[in-house]
């Protein structure tokens, strides 16, 4: 059985409405109805005859072109389902509109265990010392130094030259650990959305930017299960409690198989631990902490932090007693929190990725 959440954030339907985007408002409404784009097609006319899209809009052509451009297709029984150009199309327009409103700004560095091979100059210059690349010198500036310095004449001298700022870039190994759990669908708020799009947009960073990094995505429940990047676009949430132990112990041990010297995990939450894995059976609780539930689950954190594998946690809740659980995870993993709200969760994560993979060298 699946279970959909029909709620559209309406300011940012607004948003891409004012602007008659129509593939990112399509966009929009595949990823709400788990990937469904005859679902999406019927919320289109919906906003249509609801007066949001102009009368004279042919839908009919737009959808014509979709087909036309391979991004969806018909099955045996005649209903549209996505392609994989489709699927591509969708990381594009996440990680596009994530990467956009990235606040450069915001806090969140920290210190990285082991750098790559790679070396990415920078545009930030200094003065040469011994040692450094010579395939590093900026070449245009050196003779400027030179010329200013000799009055227009050319004597080039080693106080003269200027080398590029540059950084090693990290290799990763990352999990992004998504619950799927019933309160991410609850009290009129869609969590489920926002998180799939942060996996998506992370897909399409890595894949176009970071080649060499591993990214595996773990959906959690009742109970934790890795799933294909490519079935991004169609997961829900559905009638389960949160299994955070399992989470990270699934996923402790998918990093276990990677060769990356850095290692993380990324969980996206917005509920407390609510049940555990003993044997064949579910331990449940629902109601409040359960203290036997939250002791496994900070024991694993801690198993994370003994293998070195960092974990930060983008909780969607306020709830006091839930931040507490979350800030006694962070520290006996020596990890990182952040309190996010649904509608920058995708800003906070690919800007902690993208600082977790650098170190300035001098």
Known sequence: ???????????????????????????????ASGGDPQQAMEWMRYLQEQGYLPESLDLDAFFDSLEDQQVMARDTDGAFQLTGIGERRIRRSAFEEIFSSLDRGSSGYHPIRASGDGVEKLPET?????????????????????????????????????????????????????????????????????????ALALTELIQTKYPKDHLGVILFGDRAEPIFLSELPYIEAGPYHTNTREALQLARQLLARQKQPNKQIFLITDGKPSAITEGDRIYKNPFGLDMKIVNLTLEEADLCRRQKIVVTTFMIATDPTLKSFVEKLTQINRGRAFFASPDNLGEFILADYIRNRRKRVR
């Open 126 to 198: 200094r003065p040469y010392r011994f040692g450094d690349e010579l395939h590093h010198i900026d070449m245009g500036r050196s003779l400027h130094n030179s010329l200013k310095r000799n009055f227009g004449t050319l004597q080039l001298t080693e106080d003269d030259l200027e080398v590029h700022e540059t950084e090693h870039l990290t290799t990763c190994a990352t999990i992004v650990a998504i619950d799927i759990s019933h309160s991410m669908i609850l009290y009129g708020e869609d969590r489920i959305t926002p998180a799939k799009k942060v």
């Open 1 to 31: 059985m699946r279970h959909r959440y029909r709620h559209l954030d309406p300011r940012l339907l607004q948003a891409l409405l004012d602007g008659l985007n129509l593939q990112r408002v399509f966009n929009q409404l595949l990823l």
